[in-house]
């Protein structure tokens, strides 16, 4: 039995595939979290690389064989596994920031604790969201949503050609950051409408009544309100959730047609 040869060409096509993979892999959300061991992400990017790898049509004609050059195509793979990740990441991103709204109005925003994503401290009540988020985005799948995303972009831009970044590309992302904020201002609404017209009526109550210690008990009123009004809206949130899902599907579908040389 022979020893199976691979030649240069199938090499450095596995090398590019790998590279698309292992971005995606390390930033997208879910499976690039801190908590997913780094052996487990290594092993995951190698698996997925073995089965697309073969699947994959590369010019080897057009691959240029320098170091100079696959070290370009090396970049243009790192950067559109990058831009690929980016655009989930910000369905997830919205928790963050819908998070920091609802802290605000509900006067928590020293209540901080650390976040594993990002190393940093965070609103417990963004870490709360966040973590609704991410069981959300599990049960629609949006998991395998940024795998078939992926692997359809190997069929529309194959390796080892170089990525020509387009005015469009950057366009896109641009919807998606305004989205994002969209989103985070359609979960914080409801607590940040009711606990307006609670501010507003405590404001009243001062001038009314001033020997009132309107900051004593509007503290933790506030508080409660705004728990109670986020658990009764967490009926709205898979709809949103999902439909912003859908939206980066679509989104990463028109990313990837801008990579198509």
């Avoid at 994503?117 to 709360?128: A, D, E, F, N, T």
């Avoid at 692997?151 to 080892?160: I, N």
């Avoid at 967490?234 to 198509?260: H, M, N, S, T």
Wanted: proline share 5%; with cysteine.
């Amino acid at each position: 039995m022979g020893v199976p040869i691979i030649n240069a060409d199938e090499f450095a096509a596995f090398v590019l595939v790998l590279l698309r993979l292992s971005m995606v892999i390390a930033f997208a959300p879910v499976l690039g979290s801190d908590n997913i061991l780094t052996e487990a992400k290594v092993a995951l990017a190698l698996t997925l690389t073995f089965v697309i790898s073969p699947l994959v049509s590369v010019d080897a004609s057009q691959m240029p064989m320098t170091w100079f050059g696959f070290a370009w195509l090396a970049i243009s793979e790192l950067l559109m596994g990058l831009a690929l990740a980016f655009m989930v990441r910000l369905v997830m991103e919205t928790a963050n920031l819908a998070g920091e709204y609802l802290s605000f109005q509900m006067s928590m925003t020293m209540v901080n604790l650390m976040d594993p994503q990002s190393g940093g401290q965070v609103p417990v009540i963004s870490r709360l969201v966040y973590i609704v988020f991410i069981l959300i985005f599990l049960y629609a799948n949006g998991h395998l949503v940024v795998i078939k995303a992926l692997v359809d972009s190997f069929s529309v831009a194959p390796p080892g050609l170089m990525v020509l970044w387009r005015p469009e590309t950057f366009s896109e992302v641009l919807s998606a950051v305004g989205r994002m904020y969209v989103l985070a201002v359609k979960i914080a609404a409801p607590v940040v409408a009711i606990l307006f017209c609670a501010k507003v009526s405590f404001g009243i109550v001062a001038k009314a009544v001033p020997q009132m210690q309107v900051l004593f008990v509007g503290m933790p009123l506030f508080i409660m309100v705004g728990l109670a009004i986020m658990g009764f809206s967490l009926d709205f949130w898979p709809r949103l959730v999902g439909e912003a899902i859908f939206e980066a599907q679509e989104a990463l579908k028109r990313l990837i047609g801008f990579f198509a040389p």
